[in-house]
């Protein structure tokens, strides 16, 4: 039986969130999509609320997944202990709340997903990623598992791709909000990007004012970042697994802009 996989690219503020809540179920319904995994980490900018990720789930993702802004919003914590429909990065410390591995159901049975946070130039100190996916593997006991790797450096990402290849379905990064051109399957049959993308603001700076980010880069003094203005865009994949080996068989990347949907 084949499990068709959208994975979304970080949804970022009000309108990535409000562009998501418009389109997911249509875009499920066109593309005869059989699960979901939405990236919700900046869906407050920085962070999630409580009411986001209802939002998010009630606008047709089964899972949700975060990174390093897991807990920008305390107001989270809770949430993250008693939903086990959202995942913060397994290799965060233990004493934080919630959980980074979760299985659910599907057409074609059960389905892993696994969190993940990356350690280069990330700014902070989780427990090693790659030591992390070698323990939670002896864990799971499904056919599929997909795993969301939330990392700065595409050689950091490209390098976990190889290690769990074969013995993940999929694997894809977020976090950098731009879609990498290298979408494939690796040899020993799981699928792979190195960057969905996000789900925001097209004229933009990773889903910010253009203005903001260039002052900072000039060395101005920060200010509380701000989703950009204007027309939005959802950046994600679509992994197709062979349920009977677990490994993917295909690779589609989709790009919806909401004035112009386009799939390339």
């Avoid at 690219?9 to 066109?30: F, H, M, T, Y």
């Avoid at 409580?50 to 990174?67: F, R, W, Y």
């Avoid at 960057?195 to 097209?202: E, F, N, Q, V």
Wanted: proline share 6%.
């Amino acid at each position: 039986m084949e499990l068709r996989v959208l994975a979304v690219g970080d949804v970022c503020g009000s309108s990535g969130l409000r562009l998501v809540q418009q389109r997911l179920k249509a875009l499920r319904r066109e593309h005869r999509i059989d699960f979901c995994v939405v990236n919700g980490e900046n869906a407050s900018v920085v962070g999630i609320t409580p009411s986001q990720a209802e939002a998010l789930l009630d606008a047709g993702a089964d899972v949700i997944t975060l990174g390093n802004h897991s807990y920008n919003r305390r107001e989270i914590a809770p949430y993250l202990e008693d939903s086990p429909y959202i995942l913060r990065p397994a290799n965060d410390s233990p004493l934080y709340p919630g959980r980074g591995l979760g299985v659910y159901d599907s057409k074609a049975g059960p389905v892993t997903v696994i969190s993940l946070v990356g350690r280069c130039n990330m700014g902070f100190g989780p427990d090693n990623p790659f030591l992390t996916a070698e323990r939670l593997l002896k864990q799971a006991d499904t056919g599929v598992i997909l795993v969301d790797f939330h990392a700065e450096a595409s050689s950091e990402k490209l390098a976990m791709g190889y290690h769990l290849d074969g013995r993940v379905s999929a694997l894809w990064g977020t976090h950098t909000h731009v879609p990498t051109a290298d979408l494939q399957i690796l040899p020993k049959g799981t699928g792979y990007v190195t960057d969905l993308g996000m789900t925001g603001p097209i004229h933009s700076v990773l889903g910010v004012r253009v203005e903001q980010s260039i002052a900072s880069f000039r060395g101005g003094l920060n200010s509380r970042y701000e989703t950009a203005p204007g027309p939005c865009k959802l950046e994600a994949a679509i992994f197709t697994l062979d349920t009977s080996t677990g490994t993917c068989i295909k690779t589609e990347r989709i790009l919806y802009h909401d004035t112009n949907p386009t799939r390339g």
